[in-house]
């Protein structure tokens, strides 16, 4: 174990407790309390909830301050309101796909290469953004390090594309995580005034990007609302309805039906009324120039989608597939990662692109320019080791504020990485099934597999349009890097 950190290890994750112990202690004061080693100062167990401990000297401190203190629900928690409809005839009862007939699974099979062949048409548009570059070109990363700053450039590219990224916008990070996405957002939106980023999560992470804009230099800070997008009413969050920005919702792979709640959440909690609200001509100034700016969300994890919150339902029953053949549907998009092989390392993904992520070549060559650029403008010597000096202090300053952050990002891309092949590993192995009477290859299974992903997210991007919406679907990451590679992007007609 590092020096300086706590020695407890943690059986369920595999690693040591990253927790810092007190000066003179082995193990931090949680663990402490737990193996009731004695210590100067008594810690006791909380009592809101009994999971965790406090220092009893602090107590009236801690109790102000609790996470599990129960208080009054916010004004933007509204129960149930994205959750969708329920049906009559949707089976709560988990099957199996060794339960399913082999005849009708063909013919399942037969209809989604039809309705792939008749619908989908996905371009490929894989885009990256300058606030990124360095850290593209940085050669001490590993894939699961490049493979989510490739993401967060393409999708941040694609909305720069769309005019997005601008002044006088409130962006809404849904399912945020870390919310590296809405740090990368803010800083390719540096040079514009008056925006605000809202990150929505339902649980808790360590190494969030919020710490990093804490203070005043950083740019605006980070607004963190806890809570699940079911019952998230975005209208009456106070940013965004005492603000006439234009509200932009971002999402780097929200799971199965968080997809549907997300878009439920942004296509009615903004633009429609919810039980209760006054009429339109009654209500406010800022609520009357309240719009949805634009929607950008990666998606993944199709075989934990939901028919209940499903926002494409209407396709599906449009080309008489039933609640049973989208549940069918969604196992089978198991079988697109159940087979999927990508890059191993960063060397193999250079090679194949005949790119490099050497920065310094890279940083030399651009000094140069740089120095060629200032010589032609500034003659005078002095003038030019002025601004050589600003410059340099500029970078340096630059530099420790991104090491600051990766110190403790990167080292948790690595762990979120690993959850990441697990939950597939276990995924794929509860649901993909070879059923070998079908006569699938593994790369016709990997195909169906897709193809049910992409009808899917067509439901998704039908019901977009329906709500008034231009709306596109496009592979904006390399399959190399993730099987998931398709995001959904939408703007205001």
């Known amino acids: 174990m590092t020096d300086g950190h706590c020695s407890f290890f943690l059986e369920k994750k595999r690693r040591f407790c990253r927790f ?18 004695p210590t100067d100062r008594k810690r006791i167990i909380c009592p809101i909830d009994s999971k965790h401990t406090c220092y009893e000297d602090q107590l009236t401190k801690h109790l102000k301050k609790c996470r599990k203190q129960q208080g009054v629900l916010p004004a933007y928690h509204c129960p149930g309101i994205n959750s969708g409809e329920a049906d009559e005839d949707d089976l709560d009862a988990k099957f199996s ?7 009708d699974l063909k013919q399942l099979i037969l209809k989604i290469n039809k309705l792939y062949d008749e619908h989908i048409k996905i371009p490929t548009e894989i885009l ?13 990363y590993g894939i699961p390090a490049i493979r989510h700053r490739k993401q967060q450039a393409s999708l941040i590219g694609h909305l720069d594309k769309m005019g997005l990224i601008k002044e006088a916008m409130t962006y809404v990070e849904l399912g945020a995580g870390k919310g590296m996405l809405s740090h990368w957002i803010q800083k390719a939106s540096e040079e514009n005034d008056n925006c605000n980023y809202i990150l ?46 234009p509200v932009v919702a971002v999402g780097k792979h929200l799971c199965g039906s968080a997809t ?37 969300i990666a998606l993944c994890c ?17 080309n008489g597939l039933s609640i049973k053949d989208f549940k069918i549907l969604c196992k089978l998009s198991s079988w697109t990662a159940a087979t999927w092989t990508g890059w191993k390392s960063v060397d193999e993904m250079n090679k194949s692109q005949g790119t490099s992520t050497d920065y310094s070549k890279l940083l030399v060559e651009k000094t140069k320019l ?10 005078d010597n002095s003038q030019q080791e002025e601004k050589a000096l600003a410059n340099s202090d500029y970078l340096k300053s630059k530099e420790k504020d991104t090491s600051l952050l990766d110190r403790n990002v990167n080292a948790a891309d690595t762990e979120s990485s690993d959850s990441e092949t697990e939950e597939r590993s276990n995924d794929t192995e509860q649901i993909s099934i070879k059923r070998p009477e079908l006569n699938l290859s593994i790369k016709e299974r990997e195909e169906i597999g897709r193809k049910c992903k992409r009808l899917i997210d067509y439901g998704r991007v039908e019901y977009l349009k329906e709500k008034g919406l231009n709306c596109d679907m496009k592979v904006y990451i390399e399959e190399q890097l993730t099987p998931e590679n398709v995001a959904i992007f939408a703007k205001p007609s």
């Open 370 to 379: 740089h120095q060629e650029a200032v010589s032609s403008i500034v003659p």
């Open 20 to 37: 810092k112990p007190n000066p003179g202690q082995k193990y931090c004061a949680e663990h402490t309390g737990l193996l009731g080693i």
């Open 128 to 140: 990256s953004h300058s606030c990124l570059e360095e850290e593209l070109c940085n050669s001490s």
């Open 302 to 318: 199709h075989h934990r989608c939901q028919w209940k919150p499903y926002v494409g339902k209407a396709f599906f029953q449009k």
């Open 97 to 103: 796909l060794l339960d399913i007939p082999t005849e």
């Open 200 to 245: 929505v999560d339902r649980g808790t992470c360590r190494y969030k990007a919020d710490n990093f804009h804490k203070w005043d230099d950083k740019g605006p800070k980070f607004e963190r609302i806890r809570i699940d997008i079911e019952h998230l009413h975005l209208g009456k969050v106070n940013t965004i309805s005492e603000s006439c920005n």
């Open 260 to 296: 549907d709640l997300a878009v439920h959440c942004v296509t009615h909690t903004l633009t429609t009324e919810a039980d209760g609200e006054e009429p339109v001509e009654k209500k406010s100034k800022n609520d009357k120039c309240k719009k949805f700016g634009g929607l950008s």
